[in-house]
Each structure stands twice: as structure tokens, then as C-alpha cells.
């Protein structure tokens, strides 16, 4: 009697396990729900024949157990591929997104990311990824989504990373007027952060830029890769004080509410400049 109370225990802890796990996989994809199925079942249907004969099919109480356990750790198992796949999944529906970067840009080593969490004190409108060091990630790699450039790696971890972006005036990105081949730096401005707009700034005077026109970085300084799409003009205005003239630039995209980036862990020229830089300096003993 004894073994037959424990072959329902059986019954019953399988018939929970079961309809958890379902409940997790119903979400993802369909075959490995049928693997899980196939694969827990079995058992489970043997249980429901011992039931309606012998409860112990010939076997001892011991072997009953081990085979308990040995179920309970396959589905543990199954489970656990079940997340890991879910996890892969969303990764390569944005890999998929950002699948022309790399098929247009062969020489840029990438680092897709989640955004994870965002720092309510940045008035720049910050956030930290998912993704590290042990990702190749660096300090100053630059940051780019779908609809371009969003900023930088400024802090990392081994596993996360904080990214600044465009609209904090700590940025300062050599761009120009893809049409008119006007130039200036890309920075922001505390008074545009929160309606998402940045400023071209140290631009000529006699400029024949427009609104309307697309902003692209220009690749000099080694800091970010050429032709990044920056924003488009949406203003042309003078500087109060000196009277220097600035353009407004609005992003493409909203920065202050990504989600998913592409940090650009290296391309062709990455440092170029700087490296001349240091070079020069090591040589003239300053």
C-alpha cells in the first residue's frame, strides 16, 4: 500500500512539473514544446500504467526514488534550455534588426545589447547595457541603434556597461551637413535634453546648411566611424551671446527611450588619430 501511495506522489509531482513548464515554453517555439512533451510524457503515461496494475512495476521503493529524481532533473534540464533558447531568441530578433550594420560595415567588430536599466538622476538621459568587458566591450566605444548614432561606452564592467548619450554635453562628435559638407561638433545642451535635441556647434558662418538636411559623422578623430547617421537639422539659430550660428539637431530616433543598441566594439581607423597624437607627443619629450 505503502508503494502505491508513493507511485501517486509520483504521478502527481510529474502532472505539477508538467504544467509549469508548459506554461513557460507555451511563449516559445513550438518544437521544443513538443520535445518536452514527448520527453515527459513517457514516463508519466508508464506511472499511469503501473497505477492500474502492479504500482510497482516489479521494481523497489529505491528504484522508484532514483527514478523520481533522475525525471525531476531532466526537467530541470529541459527547463533550463527553454529560458536559454528564449534568451537566444530575442537576441537574434535583434541581430536581425541591426543585420544590414554588419553586411554594410565588414570591418566593424559589434556587440548587440540590451538596455537594462536607466539612471533616473541623468538629466542626459543615460542607461546601462547588458554587456561588458568580457564582450570586447571598451571605454569610448561608440554606440549606435537603427536609426544611428546614440552615443558612448563611458563606464565598464565586466558584465554591464554605462552609456552616455548625444544629449549630454559632455559629447563631442565631429559631424557634418551630408549635403553641404558643413562641419562642425555635435554636443548637447541641457536646454534640448528633454525634448531629445542636440546642437552642431563651431560651424562656418557663411554655412549653406538647411533644415531638413541629414547630419553625419565625418570619422575624424578615430572616435567614431564615418558616416553615422547623427540627426537631421530642425533649426538654424545664433549663438545669444557671440553670435555664432548653431543648428538644432534632432536624432532620428528617440534616445531617451532605446532599448536595444549596437556598441561598435572596433572598426577600420578606430584610434588613428590619437595614436598620431601620441606618438608625436613621445617624440618631442612633452
Given at each position: 500500500?505503502?508503494?502505491?501511495?508513493?507511485?501517486?506522489?509520483?504521478?502527481?509531482?510529474?502532472?505539477?512539473?508538467?504544467?509549469?513548464?508548459?506554461?513557460?515554453?507555451?511563449?516559445v517555439?513550438?518544437?521544443?514544446?513538443?520535445?518536452?512533451?514527448?520527453?515527459?510524457?513517457?514516463?508519466?503515461?508508464?506511472?499511469?500504467?503501473?497505477?492500474?496494475?502492479?504500482?510497482?512495476?516489479?521494481?523497489?521503493?529505491?528504484?522508484?526514488?532514483k527514478?523520481n529524481?533522475?525525471?525531476?532533473e531532466?526537467?530541470?534540464?529541459?527547463?533550463?534550455?527553454?529560458?536559454?533558447?528564449?534568451?537566444?531568441?530575442?537576441?537574434?530578433?535583434?541581430?536581425?534588426?541591426?543585420?544590414?550594420?554588419?553586411?554594410?560595415?565588414?570591418?566593424?567588430?559589434?556587440?548587440?545589447?540590451n538596455?537594462?536599466?536607466?539612471?533616473?538622476?541623468d538629466?542626459?538621459?543615460?542607461?546601462t547595457?547588458?554587456?561588458?568587458?568580457?564582450?570586447?566591450?571598451?571605454?569610448?566605444?561608440?554606440?549606435?541603434?537603427?536609426?544611428?548614432?546614440?552615443g558612448?561606452?563611458?563606464?565598464?564592467?565586466?558584465?554591464?556597461?554605462?552609456?552616455?548619450?548625444?544629449?549630454s554635453?559632455?559629447?563631442?562628435?565631429?559631424?557634418?551637413?551630408?549635403?553641404?559638407?558643413?562641419?562642425?561638433?555635435?554636443?548637447?545642451?541641457?536646454?534640448?535634453?528633454?525634448?531629445?535635441q542636440?546642437?552642431?556647434?563651431?560651424?562656418?558662418?557663411?554655412?549653406?546648411?538647411?533644415?531638413?538636411?541629414?547630419?553625419?559623422?565625418?570619422?575624424?578623430g578615430?572616435?567614431?566611424p564615418?558616416?553615422?547617421?547623427?540627426?537631421?537639422?530642425?533649426?538654424?539659430?545664433?549663438?545669444?551671446f557671440?553670435?555664432?550660428?548653431?543648428?538644432?539637431?534632432?536624432?532620428?530616433g528617440?534616445?531617451?527611450?532605446?532599448?536595444?543598441?549596437?556598441?561598435?566594439t572596433?572598426?577600420?581607423?578606430?584610434?588613428v588619430?590619437e595614436?598620431?597624437e601620441?606618438?608625436?607627443?613621445?617624440?618631442?619629450?612633452?
Amino acid at each position: 500500500m505503502k508503494e502505491h501511495d508513493h507511485a501517486k506522489k509520483i504521478l502527481t509531482t510529474t502532472l505539477v512539473v508538467l504544467l509549469v513548464t508548459a506554461a513557460v515554453t507555451a511563449a516559445v517555439d513550438k518544437n521544443i514544446f513538443v520535445d518536452f512533451y514527448t520527453m515527459i510524457s513517457k514516463p508519466f503515461q508508464q506511472t499511469t500504467a503501473e497505477l492500474s496494475g502492479d504500482p510497482s512495476g516489479g521494481r523497489s521503493k529505491d528504484e522508484l526514488l532514483k527514478e523520481n529524481n533522475e525525471l525531476h532533473e531532466e526537467v530541470n534540464d529541459l527547463v533550463s534550455r527553454v529560458i536559454d533558447y528564449d534568451t537566444i531568441k530575442k537576441e537574434n530578433e535583434i541581430l536581425r534588426k541591426y543585420y544590414g550594420i554588419k553586411d554594410d560595415h565588414p570591418d566593424y567588430g559589434v556587440a548587440v545589447a540590451n538596455v537594462i536599466r536607466r539612471d533616473p538622476n541623468d538629466d542626459f538621459y543615460g542607461f546601462t547595457i547588458d554587456k561588458g568587458s568580457r564582450d570586447d566591450v571598451k571605454r569610448g566605444d561608440p554606440v549606435i541603434n537603427d536609426s544611428g548614432l546614440v552615443g558612448w561606452v563611458s563606464e565598464v564592467s565586466v558584465t554591464t556597461s554605462k552609456v552616455t548619450t548625444l544629449l549630454s554635453p559632455e559629447a563631442k562628435v565631429g559631424a557634418m551637413d551630408q549635403k553641404t559638407q558643413d562641419s562642425g561638433i555635435a554636443t548637447g545642451r541641457a536646454s534640448l535634453a528633454d525634448e531629445g535635441q542636440l546642437v552642431l556647434s563651431v560651424i562656418s558662418a557663411d554655412n549653406k546648411m538647411k533644415e531638413g538636411d541629414i547630419v553625419i559623422t565625418t570619422g575624424v578623430g578615430g572616435v567614431y566611424p564615418k558616416n553615422l547617421v547623427v540627426g537631421r537639422v530642425v533649426k538654424l539659430d545664433y549663438n545669444e551671446f557671440d553670435t555664432t550660428p548653431y543648428a538644432v539637431i534632432e536624432p532620428f530616433g528617440d534616445l531617451r527611450t532605446v532599448s536595444d543598441v549596437v556598441v561598435i566594439t572596433s572598426f577600420e581607423g578606430q584610434g588613428v588619430i590619437e595614436e598620431a597624437e601620441e606618438t608625436d607627443t613621445g617624440t618631442s619629450g612633452k
